[in-house]
């Protein structure tokens, strides 16, 4: 059984090699295809890196060139205005994200500027460029490749007239979950952009009061469990930012986020909650507490990744509250219980 698993999965990874190889000759762009098929579940996360080798660089000779940041930038929505008049390449950038893995990303498309929210110093990007399979200038190719990569790390793009020039024009990709691909679902429901920022300018959330008949309420009691990353295809919230407000974040108020974020997963079990301090993600939150560095005034960031995101206004409201001075209302109930907020 296993050696025919293998062979109906070594089967099916040739004929997506050969439908994908056909659609890019058609004009298609690679990151597009991709995300448009782990969106449908046809193939999986780990068969992205061979694609994009076997396709990119054995079969249609695209350029590459790879940087790491010279420092950490949040602020990539004009990449997507600079480059969607590069008429004379077809691009695909690939990422491998710290959380969700290796991201594909067509940066001329706009529903592709939400997959990146930030790009942390050092890390790597790829840049792949060329002509679905025509032939084109290898020099200019370096030059657009060197110059997207530069905006990636904060920098102004130089203006290259010959990019404007060629039979690489945007197309919206094939499909309406293509061009949803990669975008967070429900952005309505997310909270307005309260980005963290060093400066600790984030307003923090208001304060919610949990109602007495929802606080004690609890549903059957759950083990303690690891924090999950996300699943292959997840989808991620840009990184809102929750204000500690309370003298210190100490151990209450740890307390008081676990069961929030506890209640949050037990309502959406597809769903995961990424915590992050200073940049690094938190895996345990006792963490925060343990450091002693988390005080009043600190920013404490989360996302929220997997599909069909929602409550994450809601999230964040009850965040804001478990770091104030009110985190004791979280933490009425049964010790292992989960709290009913969603």
């Known amino acids: 059984m296993a050696s025919k698993d293998t062979f109906n999965a070594s089967v099916r990874h040739v004929k ?24 449908e579940k046809s193939i999986n996360e780990d068969e992205v890196l061979p694609f994009v080798s076997m396709l990119l660089i054995d079969k249609f000779k695209y350029f590459a060139a790879s940087k790491n940041m010279d420092c ?4 990539l929505a004009h990449i997507q205005e600079t480059v ?5 390449f077809d691009i695909v950038i690939l990422y491998n994200h710290p959380d969700l893995g290796v991201l594909t990303i067509n940066p001329k498309n706009p529903a592709h500027v939400s ?11 790829v840049a792949y460029l060329g002509c679905f399979g025509k032939a084109y200038d290898a020099a200019l190719a370096e030059k657009a490749a060197d110059t997207i990569l530069n905006l990636y790390s904060g920098s102004k793009a130089k203006d290259i007239p010959a990019l404007l020039k060629g039979p690489c ?9 293509a061009t949803k691909s990669k975008k967070a679902p429900n952005a309505g429901n997310a909270p307005k952009a309260v980005r963290a920022k060093a400066t600790g300018k984030t307003k923090p959330g208001k304060a ?10 609890a549903v059957a009691a759950m083990a303690p469990k690891p924090a999950a990353g996300p699943k292959p295809g997840s989808r991620m919230t840009p990184m809102y930012g929750v204000l500690v407000t309370n003298e210190l974040f100490h151990n209450g108020n740890v307390e008081a986020w676990k069961r929030i974020i506890d209640s949050f997963t037990t309502k959406h079990p597809d769903l995961n909650v990424l915590v992050y301090y200073d940049g690094e993600r938190i895996v345990n939150l006792n963490a925060l507490f343990k450091w002693g560095k988390v005080k009043h005034g600190s920013v404490i960031q989360f996302a929220v990744s997997g599909q069909n995101i929602c409550d994450v206004a809601k999230l964040q409201r009850y965040l804001a509250q478990g770091a104030s001075i009110m985190f004791e209302a979280f933490l009425r109930g049964p010790v ?4 009913s907020l969603f």
């Open 16 to 39: 997506a090699t050969v439908g994908l190889a056909e659609r890019i000759s058609s004009g298609e762009n690679l990151a597009d295809a991709l995300n448009g098929m782990i969106e």
């Open 72 to 75: 950490t930038i949040s602020e």
């Open 208 to 217: 919610v009061a949990v109602p007495e008949s929802v606080a004690p309420a």
């Open 115 to 125: 997959m990146i929210d930030r790009i942390n110093k050092s890390e790597l990007l």
């Open 336 to 339: 292992n219980g989960v709290l």
């Open 84 to 88: 969607k008049s590069w008429n004379a």
């Open 169 to 177: 024009s945007y197309k919206a990709p094939f499909g309406e979950k």
